[in-house]
């Protein structure tokens, strides 16, 4: 199966339509319905392009859009089932749920970095990445992250982790944990305290 990855951004940005005809597409989406991998293949290779173009609009970010392209898919192989000709066309179908997945993604980013990351410091996320950085600092940095995180209270690092790792904002993590929003809201301030203050003063100087 091939993966948008390896081709140039502007090949995508140019791709509007699917390369597939759509009573092609139909006839392949049939065939996914009943577990075919080499039609699903096909119909990733035909429709691919025209979905990644959409995210990567929404997304900007290379890595995100991958996963999302890879999640749409996944999507698409289990509700071929569903899938209704008469109800709008195959690339229709995709380009939904393309933009959805996107637009979800976009939205849970933009939530973790309101509700968590702006409140703090954002040596929190320089120390992870910083831009232009060589891989060996960035790994190191991310290292660095990781063993702040480990030194936290087990209550404070569940509740960052799920803001930094899953996107969750306070009141989703207040019922994923089953905790009042207060205690959500305190320990996520003093977890993030704690997170700037280890990385702060584990952090190497730099030459």
Request: charged share 30%; no cysteine.
């Amino acid at each position: 199966m091939l993966t948008p990855g390896g081709m140039a951004d502007s090949h995508y940005a140019h791709m509007q339509t699917a390369s597939i005809p759509a009573d092609a597409a139909v006839a392949l989406l049939g065939m996914i319905a009943q577990g075919d991998r080499e039609a699903f293949s096909r119909f990733y290779d035909g429709f691919a392009p025209l979905a990644f173009g959409l995210i990567r609009r929404i997304l900007r970010d290379p890595a995100s859009s991958e996963e999302v392209l890879q999640e749409v898919f996944w999507q698409i192989w289990r509700e071929a089932p569903r899938y209704d000709p008469r109800r709008g066309s195959p690339e229709a179908w995709v380009v939904m749920r393309a933009k959805t997945r996107a637009i979800d993604r976009l939205r849970a980013i933009r939530r973790r970095e309101k509700t968590f990351v702006a409140p703090a410091d954002d040596s929190l996320t320089r120390s992870a990445e910083e831009p232009g950085e060589n891989p060996g600092v960035a790994a190191e940095n991310r290292g660095l992250v990781r063993s702040a995180l480990n030194a936290l209270p087990e209550s404070q690092r569940r509740v960052v982790e799920l803001a930094f790792f899953e996107g969750m904002t306070q009141s989703e993590i207040a019922s994923r944990l089953g905790e009042p929003l207060g205690t959500v809201k305190t320990r996520a301030r003093l977890g993030l305290e704690r997170l700037k203050s280890l990385i702060t003063r584990e952090e190497p100087a730099r030459p």
